[in-house]
């Protein structure tokens, strides 16, 4: 007898509290603790960081607008008084590669812990969350681990600490923890599309001996990447149903997050014969993962080729803000977000759609 499931058993984006990636410092006062972020944030610029934080006004006068927001260029600080919704705080994080949170205000899944003697009685108060202290880091010197901290916690003397003006080293640390949540990659070949000009299905022209799909799933494959075929109907494990119908390419895309969230995607049409594995590997080396994408451009062309593409998780979230709004067109989210571009010969991306396209580029690919 089957058991009752009131919800979808969807796959989740393995969220810390707040955000993707989070940790929150704690120990001392919030003006150290500011100051530390600003610090670190200066040598980790190549990131997407925020600051999570509570207000410190007093007495401020109600404001009459509910909400208000506002634009600067840097990084994010986000402040509230308001009561904390965490499914809220993961969609306005759901960019960044980092999140500090002021540990004196907000619980987060990691942490790190100041020692700071004037706040001994603050920290013992606090042991519940301190249950994945990634380092330490001391005022003085010479300060030591207080009696309560270690009767609860025993090995914390054999955390890694640092000084408080060791700056670089507190930010390779961090460096290290971002980059060991880097999501993986997996390949998707788009199989399946109507293929109105071609009368037929391109996904099984043949240029090289073998149906295109197969070739491409090949070349995905050659960089050790575990590759899906994209499809209407899955009837195997190597295939991922479309569940996002009548979207294309689109719903294709949404759909390989929707089987895996926490999984960039690498994107592969089967009408353009002419991507090589060398492409494909330049396009993993300039890989930049706190973009929403790394995409190529041709130099000749105005927008970027969004089915030969590298989609971060980040990209998920934003491609479903679009659906809301009725856009589904990938291209259109990708001229509008942070992308990393790749800029190539235009050769290497020429759509093959109509026939007599093919029987062309079948003969230039035969002398090769």
């Known amino acids: 007898m089957f058991k009752h499931q009131k919800h979808t058993n969807l796959v989740k984006r393995d969220n810390d509290i707040f955000a993707p990636n989070e940790i929150a410092i704690l120990g001392t006062n919030c003006a150290v603790i500011s100051n530390l972020v600003s610090a670190v944030s200066k040598k980790l610029s190549q990131y997407k960081l925020a600051y999570f934080d509570a207000s410190h006004a007093k007495d401020v006068e109600v404001n009459q607008i509910s909400e ?50 004037a ?18 880091v001391k005022l003085k010197e010479e300060t030591g681990f207080f ?56 996904s099984e022209l043949n240029y090289f001996g073998k149906p295109q799909k197969q070739v491409a799933k090949e070349l995905l494959e050659h960089h050790n990447l ?39 995607w690498f994107v592969l049409a089967t009408d353009v014969p002419f991507v090589t594995k060398e492409l494909l590997k330049l ?5 930049n993962t706190s973009k929403v994408a790394t995409a190529i451009k041709g ?13 971060e998780p980040k990209a998920y979230p934003i491609l479903l803000q679009y659906l809301a709004q009725g856009y589904s067109c990938p291209r259109k989210m990708l001229i509008n977000s942070d992308v990393e571009i790749v800029e190539i010969d235009d050769d290497f991306i020429r759509n093959i759609n109509t026939p ?8 230039e690919i035969q002398k090769l």
């Open 119 to 136: 706040k001994e009685a603050s920290v013992l108060k606090r042991l519940d969350q301190l249950d994945r202290i990634q380092f330490i």
């Open 299 to 311: 130099k000749g062309k105005e927008f970027v080729e969004p089915l030969i593409t590298i989609y």
């Open 68 to 117: 208000y927001t506002f634009h600067h260029q840097g990084n994010l600080q986000i402040t509230t008084t308001g009561n904390i919704n965490k499914f809220v705080q993961r969609l306005q994080f759901a960019q960044y590669d980092y999140v500090f949170i002021n540990g004196n205000h907000y619980q987060g899944a990691k942490q790190i812990l100041i020692l700071d003697e």
């Open 147 to 202: 009696d309560g901290l270690v009767d609860r916690y025993p090995n914390i003397k054999n955390c890694t600490c640092y000084t408080i003006n060791q700056v670089d080293a507190i930010a390779n640390h961090i460096h290290h923890l971002i980059q060991e949540k880097v999501a993986p990659i997996k390949g998707l070949v788009l199989v399946g599309g109507k293929s109105t000009r071609m009368g037929q299905d391109k």
């Open 283 to 287: 396009i993993l080396e300039k890989r």
């Open 226 to 264: 575990e590759t899906y075929y994209s499809v209407q109907n899955a009837d195997n494990d190597n295939e991922i149903a479309d569940t996002f119908y009548n979207l294309g390419p689109f719903g294709g895309i949404c759909s390989a997050f929707q089987k895996d969230p926490n999984a960039a």
């Open 356 to 363: 007599e396209e093919f029987e062309a580029a079948k003969k």
